[in-house]
């Protein structure tokens, strides 16, 4: 398993390579998901994680993130949101992230930059991360995970990841063990920006697991409202 190519197909980087192949049945069935919102999202723009959390944030995201790789464009707004509330701007009139930040993010704001606190790879973590806030609501019946096992069985992944996404969709969250995982204020950042993206927290109980974690990974109240910002914004494509 390559956890920067599965963590690029979460993010959109790969979004095209990823549908490509699955098989006409999977792409039906997936365009055919689109209404049930929540885990069930449609198989649109953003690759996996539109299949998997139908986010609108990260569908927005998409363009930026396969142009520019999925994990190069978290990279991007976890450098710009860092550097805004280091430089003491307001998050409300901060600058978005741009292309150019992808090429000027820190290397140590790549996911790759560093295994997560357990040794494993950081872009594992930051997938687990993503899946457990798009089920922060507790939205997902026995029918819905069933599609999205089929879903992803047929999304043309090899059998290490295929076994760690079906592991996600089926273990409860443990928001102890996703905060965990960080090893240094930019992951930290990145766990919570990730989380972020992945959800709309129009939800009572997504914004109370946003603001758990954040409490968790010790997050200053005013980096949150900067993540929040560039979570808001995307990239441009």
Do not use: C
Not at 151 to 166: E, N
Not at 212 to 237: I, K, N, Y
């Amino acid at each position: 398993m390559d956890p920067t190519k599965l963590l690029d197909q979460f993010l959109g980087g790969d979004a095209k390579a990823a549908m490509g192949r699955a098989t006409d049945a999977a792409r039906r069935q997936a365009d055919a998901m689109g209404g049930l919102g929540g885990l069930a999202g449609g198989a649109a723009a953003g690759g996996l994680i539109a299949l998997l959390l139908g986010s609108k944030k990260v569908r927005k995201m998409a363009g930026g993130a396969a142009a520019y790789g999925g994990a190069a464009a978290l990279g991007a707004l976890a450098y710009r949101a860092y550097t805004n509330w280091q430089a003491g701007r307001s998050a409300a009139d901060a600058p978005v992230a741009t292309a150019e930040d992808v090429a000027r993010a820190e290397p140590r704001f790549l996911p790759e930059a560093a295994p997560a606190a357990d040794g494993q790879p950081f872009q594992l973590a930051l997938i687990r991360a993503m899946v457990g806030a798009a089920k922060a609501d507790g939205h997902v019946d026995a029918d819905e995970q069933a599609r999205l096992f089929e879903s992803v069985d047929r999304m043309g992944l090899d059998a290490a990841a295929k076994g760690f996404v079906f592991d996600l969709l089926a273990k409860p969250v443990d928001l102890g063990a996703i905060a965990s995982a960080a090893q240094s204020p930019e992951q930290a950042a990145e766990l919570y920006l990730v989380s972020r993206l992945a959800i709309d927290p129009d939800h009572p109980a997504e914004r109370a697991y946003l603001e758990a974690l954040a409490h968790r990974l010790s997050l200053p109240a005013d980096l949150v409202a900067h993540l929040d910002r560039q979570a808001e914004s995307g990239l441009p494509t």
